[in-house]
């Protein structure tokens, strides 16, 4: 089970106009990334005022881990799989790349804590990363993929066992926790 999109997100198809995915996986895929970058920014909000904590960090992180290791045992494969055109495959390997380098970049805070030196500098650099790797993912790579993308997550997402579901919103986003 990978919780992915926060209750209360609309999950049509429709209701993220950058997103070319249809169906559930491709509306939960964006809603699970617009979720992170909400959770990133109630982060970098408590670093101004000095309240970062350790609970809401390690929330975000658990809702990263598990959309990371989505994208890399579901979403990258299934779209491998769709590359027509040496265009493509160039965008296709560019987020890739930022994949791993995002996921570099979150196992740089294995283990760091709220006050380490460098630790509010490498949320920083991972919120930017994060952000940018879903603007072209949503914008370049999904929109020339075509709408198909979906129904093909869908069904690789039931192969693999893996279920889906909706969870409460980030705590730090709502402010419950502290």
């Known amino acids: 089970m990978i919780y992915l999109a926060p209750e209360g997100v609309d999950h049509r198809p429709d209701a993220d106009p950058l997103s070319a995915c249809s169906g ?4 939960l895929m ?5 979720s992170i970058l909400d959770g990133f920014r109630a982060l970098a909000d408590r670093t101004l005022r000095n309240s970062l904590d350790g609970a809401g960090v390690r929330e975000l992180c658990d809702r990263l881990s598990a959309y990371l290791t989505l ?3 579901v979403v990258l494969p299934v779209v491998a799989g769709l ?3 040496p265009k493509l495959r160039e965008r296709f390997d ?4 930022e994949h791993y380098a995002v996921r570099f970049l ?3 805070l294995e283990g760091d804590s709220p006050e380490d030196h460098l630790f509010r500098a490498k949320l920083s650099v991972l919120h930017r990363s994060f952000a940018r790797h879903v603007r072209f993912e949503q914008r370049f790579l999904f929109a020339a993929l075509g709408v198909e993308t979906g129904a093909l997550l869908d069904g690789a997402i039931r192969r693999s066992g ?7 919103r980030l705590s730090l986003v709502t402010g419950s926790d502290g």
Not at 24 to 27: F, P, T
Not at 30 to 34: H, I, P
Request: proline share 7%.
């Open 94 to 97: 560019e987020c890739v790349i």
């Open 24 to 27: 559930a996986a491709g509306v």
């Open 83 to 85: 590359l027509t055109g």
């Open 30 to 34: 964006c809603s699970a990334q617009n």
């Open 162 to 168: 893996i279920r889906l579901e909706p969870v409460p």
């Open 71 to 73: 994208r890399e045992e």
């Open 106 to 108: 979150f196992e740089t």
